[in-house]
């Protein structure tokens, strides 16, 4: 499992590095008002960034077991460890519901 955190750190840390990048030469290559050649080199440019950069190759996963399924946004770990955080009274703020 630690192998798909490190893999995962490593995707969003591509991400952050050639966010601006790949943003620029999307906004180039969608621009109908640039000339043709211009959108083609944006385009190549694009294509030659790496793969592991793009948003959506980056997963949440748990911050403490690297599950990749049902992770709560606000924490960033799962809904298992969340609930045995929580009983166990290491999050603030967070009880055991009961009506």
Known sequence: ??????????????????EIK????????YNVNLPQQVRWQASYNLSKLSKNGSQTRVKNR???????????????ISRIQLRQLALDGFLPGVKKASW
């Open 1 to 18: 499992m630690k192998s798909w955190i490190e893999r995962d750190k490593k995707r969003r840390m591509s991400f952050f590095k050639n």
């Open 22 to 29: 790949r943003t620029k030469y999307k906004s180039m290559f």
């Open 62 to 76: 748990c911050i403490l077991t690297g599950r990749s399924k049902s992770i709560d946004r606000i924490f960033k």
